[in-house]
């Protein structure tokens, strides 16, 4: 079997593991499943859980899709390049209660028609309010998985993850990052076999991180003003995934679906003028950590 | 007078005449007032209205800096310009009724160093349920202000409105549109202090059309329903500023004071998953006219 055929059958089945593991945790809503086609070739297959226990609204796409390159990656490729195959899983996790973080992961293959191919992904948690056990654990977890593969991976993608997961405009980071890694290709330590281990290695590590993060949240009592600091924060989100996101911007500029797309955006968000934390609040501590380079193990 | 001072002063003046027009129409909230400095040089006034009487979210910005001409604008203007001056009102208005259209209006001038100077604007109106009469008398009215300066006008800039205020990746019109236009110089027909009466004479209309729109549907009832239909449409406009908007990415990109450069945003919004619309709804008739090139006037 051709490697992206292999590629693209490993994420399928990540996908079902994971939305059986987040249906089990919600124990009420289930995912949604619509299979759809791209324009130019291929397509995918979006699952969305909404109004669960715990999941507000989340989703857990799979694509596989096919067509010409679009013009602002064409720098970043052999210059012969025309034609791209991308396949991915992409992840966004919307709780209900303000105390459960928000989370997102991606795991993705390219390969173009001149002969590169590469992957990347990334897994990165925004709480509503920063628990730092929590965020040692999440962070562990990830430097565990990553130190299997290579014991340079977790400190680079963790970097990465600060520079990317990032509210420029904000100088805020989205959340307590985690790792990010693109154009990943196979060399002398790592084989591609092994680069496809590591994604689906990452797809275990997110419902191994994610499940107790939400046990351990999803009782605890909160209040409108809680409340109200979960959808500024979704503001922010909202923010990156318009103005930054990669993955939306090129599923924007390749006329992919948008509704699996912008499945990424909360069920609600808010904005208000000047919103000010008090001092020595809750919100005014998390504030103060949305900052990159922060080493969240020591 | 240095001509750039004189347009800062007009423009200066028509914030605080709207802002009173718009504060008597509320007959509750005040707008505030920031005023705030430009890291490379000048500044500018931001008022704000919140949770009046019909007006939850509102913003009239006033500025007018200068800087190092941004790298994604030098392809517009002559090759050996470095710095750049910009002076503009910027407006958007989100009445808490789902009956009261959301209002946008901007007028502005550029000059470069190297001799360029330029007017852009426009106003565009976004009804959650669209009335043809009133989109009739909306439009009436920018025809009939354009017409005094130049027959082309309101053609020409009532189609680069329909272009601009599109949401390309829901093939979907903002609201129903209204006039946009940039570049715009002085030539053997208008004079740059021609020029300059049409930004003001904008913004006289824009108070003689949305106080009677304000004032027709303040009143009427609304239920959970069409509040729920109202934060959609805010989701979408909110999708149009971050994703298209150049006003907000001329922000972004020259390190602009954020507060001031997303008050545009609503305070609330929601995205659901493939939200559709009932047969025969006033949802869908307002979905269906979200097109470009309907001719509001016939």
Redesign the interface.
Known sequence: MDFKEKVKGAFQIAQQKICKALEEVDGKSHF?V?EWSHIEGGGGITR?I?RGNVFE?G?VNFSAVEGKMPGFMKSQVNADANLFFATGISIVIHPESPMVPIIHMNVRYFQTDAGDSWFGGGIDLTPIYIVDEQAQFFHGELKRTCDQFDIEYYPRFKNWADDYFFN???NETRGIGGIFYDYIKPNESISQEQLLQFSIALTDTFVDVYVPIVQENRNKPFTPSHKEWQ?IRR?RY??FN??YDRGTKFG?ET?GR??S???S??????????HLVEVGSDEEYTLSKLKKGIDWLN
Do not use: C, D, N, T
């Not at 955006?265 to 000047?274: D, T």
């Open positions: 949604s619509e969305v909404q609204k989703g420029e405009h904000r959808l503001g909202v923010e318009l103005v924007l006329k948008i509704e797309i912008l499945m955006l909360p069920e609600f968000a808010s904005w208000k003028y000047q």
